[in-house]
């Protein structure tokens, strides 16, 4: 099936490289360091299961992500600008990164030397995993035939419906990185606390504490299944996946575990999709994040 308009997003969405080749979707890649020196492209450079062995391996160690530069922008618009295929790019939420800016800066330089390109950037005001769901719905909206135009108008229609509940292993990365200080102000100094996460609308806010693993994961499950209890849609117009970060057997399990809930609680869910949490967010919880993205779907079925 031919495409009537192509979907880039940045290394912030999270999607395994085989699923990205399979969709025909383009990454622009973000950087990682662990030595504020040498920084390498995530995916292309160094892979995600090694950044996290690393973070493993060498603990105090705290590793930083650059957005991609507008040079990478440029370079991933130009072939669809010189064949006028439209373009829409799916960027992290502008709360986080300047990626969205890099993105708009190459639009105009590409524009002045292809005025009739057609780029929209899309804030998508989510990152992670549930970008990744984000970007995979418009990647159903292409398939399913719809215009670039409306395309463009249901993602930004769906987008205020994204929500990552979430868990980390610890406090450690979330104190040094300074990003979410209300939740480790939250938690204190207390000890085996760990905090329950949202993201929403591209912020971060705290949705509780508790001590232990089990515990912060029920709490996480319990918030999931608040948000559909207060939908107006069934749970076959969401789009719902698991994302982990070091530990995937983990990641499966919670799975199994959430699938199986949700069931008990009467929603109609057969298969959630496990993700691997990349190094962009990564860099912020630690080598143990786990939780879940929801958004709505592109097209009810």
Do not use: W
Not at 102 to 126: F, G, H
Not at 206 to 231: A, F, Q
């Amino acid at each position: 099936m031919s495409e009537t308009f192509h979907i880039i997003s940045d290394g912030s969405c999270d999607l395994p490289l085989e699923l990205v080749k399979e969709k025909n979707i383009t990454v622009v890649p973000f950087y990682v360091s662990f030595d504020d020196e040498h920084y390498f492209k995530e995916n292309v450079e160094i892979g995600i299961r090694d950044f996290y062995q690393m973070m493993v391996d060498k603990k105090g160690v705290y590793p930083k992500s650059s957005m991609p530069s507008i040079q990478d922008y440029k370079e991933a618009f130009l072939p669809f600008a010189k064949t006028a295929m439209p373009v829409i790019c799916i960027c992290i939420t502008t709360k986080f990164s300047g990626s969205m800016q890099s993105a708009l800066n190459a639009r105009t330089l590409i524009l002045e030397k292809y005025p009739q390109a057609q780029i929209t950037v899309i804030d998508a005001t989510i990152n992670t995993v549930l970008q990744g769901q984000y970007v995979l719905e418009a990647v159903e909206l292409r398939d399913h035939g719809v215009g670039y135009q409306d395309a463009v108008a249901r993602l930004e229609e769906i987008k205020s419906t994204g929500r990552i509940f979430f868990t980390v292993g610890n406090m450690e990365y979330l104190k040094h990185g300074g990003r979410i200080g209300k939740v480790a102000a939250l938690a204190g100094g207390a000890l085996d606390i760990r905090p329950i996460i949202t993201l929403k609308q591209g912020e971060i806010f705290p949705s509780g504490i508790d001590r232990g693993r089990k515990r912060t994961l029920k709490k996480v499950m319990n918030l999931l299944i608040e948000y559909l209890k207060d939908s107006n849609l069934g749970s076959d117009c969401y789009s719902i996946a698991v994302g982990y970060g070091y530990d995937i057997e983990e990641g499966a399990v919670f799975r199994d575990q959430a699938v199986s809930t949700l069931r008990e609680k009467g929603y109609d869910v057969r298969e959630i999709p496990v993700y691997q949490i990349g190094a962009t967010i990564g860099v912020h919880t630690g080598p143990y994040p786990l939780g879940f993205g929801i958004i709505e779907k592109g097209i009810h079925s």
